[in-house]
């Protein structure tokens, strides 16, 4: 098992960053590599430039607290992240962190370190895509709530 930890400082109260961060069905808007992103419920589907595709399901997803867990799991991998924005009305921090396990331990710290590289420069997207909008005349909407919106459990 690898963990992976990545954030990033935006100069966005977190209401307004989680606008984007928290619209689960539209990573694509944000996330290098991939071009299609919507959800089917809790599933999420997405479609890489490369030409693949993946499903991941969203596990948990709490808009009042601000984060949402998902997984993608195949029969040699499986990953877990959790895409959290904490702040105030001035500034905001989004963490994404995940948990690698594959049936074959020596590829985890790869793809543990091709995720940490990937999530970085999705964050860095995510900061100057909201950045931007914040200096937009016009206000952004809100995600519509994923998954039912299901809270944490206690």
Same mark, same amino acid.
Request: proline share 5%; charged share 25%; glycine share 8%.
């Given at each position: 098992?690898?963990?992976?930890?990545?954030?990033?400082?935006?100069?966005?109260?977190?209401?307004?960053?989680?606008?984007?961060?928290?619209?689960?069905?539209?990573?694509?808007?944000?996330?290098?590599?991939?071009?299609?992103?919507?959800?089917?419920?809790?599933?999420?589907?997405? &479609?890489?430039?490369?030409?693949?595709?993946?499903? &991941?399901?969203?596990?948990?997803?709490?808009?009042?607290?601000?984060?949402?867990?998902?997984?993608?799991?195949?029969?040699?991998?499986?990953?877990?992240?959790?895409?959290?924005?904490?702040?105030?009305?001035?500034?905001?921090?989004?963490?994404?962190?995940?948990?690698?396990?594959?049936?074959?331990?020596? =590829?985890?710290?790869?793809?543990?370190?091709?995720?940490?590289?990937?999530?970085?420069?999705?964050?860095?997207?995510?900061?100057?895509?909201?950045?931007?909008?914040?200096?937009?005349?016009? $206000?952004?909407?809100? $995600?519509? $709530?994923?998954?039912?919106?299901?809270?944490?459990? =206690?």
């Amino acid at each position: 098992m690898h963990n992976v930890e990545a954030h990033v400082d935006i100069n966005v109260g977190a209401v307004i960053t989680w606008r984007t961060a928290g619209d689960a069905g539209n990573i694509a808007d944000w996330v290098p590599g991939l071009t299609i992103s919507h959800l089917d419920g809790d599933v999420r589907h997405i &479609e890489f430039e490369s030409g693949g595709s993946a499903i &991941e399901r969203i596990l948990r997803y709490d808009d009042e607290a601000q984060y949402y867990t998902f997984e993608f799991r195949q029969p040699s991998v499986h990953i877990e992240s959790t895409l959290t924005v904490d702040g105030d009305n001035e500034a905001s921090t989004v963490r994404w962190t995940a948990t690698v396990n594959t049936a074959n331990p020596g =590829d985890e710290k790869q793809i543990a370190d091709d995720i940490a590289r990937l999530y970085h420069s999705a964050l860095q997207r995510l900061r100057d895509r909201v950045e931007l909008g914040a200096r937009t005349a016009h $206000p952004l909407q809100s $995600p519509a $709530p994923c998954c039912g919106a299901r809270r944490r459990p =206690d």
